[in-house]
């Protein structure tokens, strides 16, 4: 069971480079979510999307863009990275109802270092 | 807009005790779930316990139970018989349930570390 697949798990970059995170899952959820956890902060939410072709922003959008062009696959773009991009990235996914249980399954997170 | 509060950065415990985790949420959306999430140190999240809003009953899984009083908007993980593998990362969670679109956020407190000692 593959659950939820990031990729990479480990990246380093230099200023102003640019790179994707790929979310990949396989339970048909309608959700997904983007968060970057740093020491003290929690986990914020960068972007989300309640469905193919959807995103909104989340509380810290600034710097990157999302695409969700497939239903299983949810994209996060640095376009010009910079030091305080650096972080530990989680994706997110789950069914959009509560109700029916609704716990988000994370993948195993990626390491961003910008230098 | 959505408020998640965790109060504790950090918690000590002894092995076999009990311990409170407390959670304080904020929101005007009358259907919402509340979920307990558990990070050790290895990093990923374990998803613990779900209450939601309408349900009666305090939820229970195993040793966590979740001492959710709707009218004070708080929702506290407790671990009974705590032991040395709980040591770890707590994060409280809310996401309303809407289902509205650009309303379903799923917001997150800061944590609370929890240490387990003997």
């Known amino acids: 069971n593959a659950g939820v697949t990031q990729t990479p798990k480990f990246r380093v970059l230099k200023t102003g480079q640019s790179m994707t995170l790929l979310c990949a899952q396989d339970m048909n959820h309608e959700y997904m979510y983007w968060y970057r956890q740093d020491p003290g902060m929690g986990l914020r939410l960068i972007h989300y999307s309640v469905g193919e072709g959807t995103t909104a922003k989340g509380e810290v959008p600034d710097g990157y863009n999302v695409s969700r062009l497939k239903k299983q696959n949810f994209l996060l773009g640095l376009e010009s990275a910079a030091p305080s991009q650096t972080s530990v990235y989680f994706c997110?996914?789950?069914?959009?109802?509560?109700?029916?249980?609704?716990?988000?399954?994370f993948g195993q997170g990626t390491r961003l270092t910008v230098v | 807009a959505q408020k998640i509060t965790q109060t504790q950065p950090g918690m000590f415990v002894q092995e076999k005790e009990a311990v409170t985790l407390d959670c304080t949420y904020d929101t005007s959306d009358p259907s919402y779930g509340l979920f307990w999430y558990k990070q050790p140190s290895s990093g990923e999240m374990i998803f613990l316990i779900y209450?939601?809003?309408?349900?009666?009953q305090n939820a229970t899984e195993g040793r966590y139970s979740l001492n959710f009083q709707k009218a004070r908007k708080s929702a506290n993980l407790v671990i009974s018989a705590s032991q040395l593998g709980d040591s770890a990362m707590y994060f409280c969670a809310m996401r309303d349930d809407l289902n509205t679109g650009t309303a379903s956020k799923l917001t997150f407190g800061t944590g609370t570390r929890l240490q387990v000692t003997l």
């Open positions: 997110a996914s789950s069914y959009s109802r509560t109700l029916l249980g609704g716990e988000a399954f």
């Open positions: 209450q939601g809003s309408y349900d009666q």
